[in-house]
């Protein structure tokens, strides 16, 4: 005979808070319930052809062609999806956002003959996969806006959940309950530590609360935060907990409702970087991307770094980067200069002549005096970034606007003819600068570094092969934290 639904509750109850209901008011006993929110049944392949099922659930109240921000909700290794169900401020996420709760490889529905507590290390490694594959299904549903997803992970699904979406531009903010981080994840924290990130543990789950710690220390946002929690146990099962130790507090203060809200609000919060023209002498209409810190707590002045793409690419190649400068309080303006991303009302870089290449240092010239004229920025602390003959540019300009106080060279490829040119300029500039090369790009560019390390204000880093800079991001994911550290002390020197 099945569970009645009272004895259904009590093991819902007894599985999760551990001890009876102290009041009527603030029960312990936690009921599955469902969102109001219109729900789907939903299953899609990984890579590795594992079928993953699923919830996707879409708040009653969106307007028609509404997209929302999302949130991908993973379980941990003892639950399956259902779990989000149970807490009432995790219901509260789903009345709010697009969700999908899913069954990861191995557990609930997505199980096949082998059941996750039985998996080998290396299968285990392959949920990941699962949270791939989840986060496309999302982001490709029409009621979501596909640049603002966030991820809850508890337990287990921690790592693999940093691990697939840390790097994913798509994804901004992270909440993790409990949960132990491998040094890979470790590692893609510290790269993209701009991300929005709360960290939940008990002081008592000591392993837990030693992993994350040391994550939020690698955290440069200051929209992350670490909620430390005493005797409340570990996972979702916080929220029956907190509701057993604290029957008089109101439900709202538990603490599934607050780090639903957080996250909620998060996803919510405005994007800091839109889009601007300007309009250079010679006529050409240039598009970039503007992004101004926020300064609500603060009078300050802030610097500004102007951002350089390579003539193979365009703007959206710092997209990662041009939001790690914002979230360390460094207004950033990143250009596609002439000819390149949607600047090409004169033509294309196929177009243009080398003469007409070369005047694009007016259209960064154009872009110092656009930054300036932005309110709050400091105009003593401006530097530039350049990739390739980006780089050149960023060269050039230090010499042409002396009151630039860095720049950073990312790759520059000097041919035979231009070294003694380039190697002039680098002579001229007072500026430190940080040049990032690889040790197979010729006898011109190797002595062209060799000449930039001869002044001992300057820094190289060397990385083996010929990438070129854009492709260092994915070579290296700490490139990015250095690049933006570098220049948060350059231009806050007080001494040129």
Known sequence: MGLSYYSFLMFVWLATAGGPPVSAQNSSIEIIQ????????ISFKTEDDWTIYGTLTIPVNLRHEEKRPAALLLHGATHTQIVWAVYPG????????????IDWRGCGKSKRQIPFAAFSPAQRERVRLDVRAAIDFLAAQPEVNAMQIGVAAEGFSADPAIIEAAGDARVKAFVIISGRLSEQALALMTAYSDKSVLFIVSREDKPSLD?????????????????VQDGLGVGLAMGSLWRNKYPNQPLEQAIDFR???????????PEPIGE????TQDGWILYAHLGLPDRTSTDQLVPGVILLPTALSDRMSYYNLERAFVKQGIAVLNLDWRGIGQSTNRGT????????MSEALNDVLEGYKFLLSQPGIDRERIGILGTAFGA???LSAAREIPQVKAIAMLTPVVKPHELAGDCEIAAAIKQPVL????DAFGASSKAFVEFVARNGRNKILVYPGGMLGYSLFEVDVTLGSTLVQWFKERLNETKF
Do not use: F, Y
């Open 211 to 227: 992993s994350l710690l040391g994550a939020h220390r690698l955290m440069a946002s200051s929209t992350s935060e670490i909620w």
């Open 349 to 356: 870089l196929l177009d243009m002549s080398v003469e007409t």
């Open 90 to 101: 995790w219901v509260k996420v789903q009345e709010s956002l697009v969700t999908l709760r």
């Open 392 to 394: 050149k540019l960023a």
């Open 34 to 41: 469902a969102p109001q929110a219109i729900q789907k049944e």
């Open 435 to 438: 040049l990032v090369t690889g």
């Open 259 to 269: 780090a639903g809200a957080w996250l909620v609000n998060a996803l919510r919060r």
């Open 276 to 279: 601007v023209m300007l309009q």
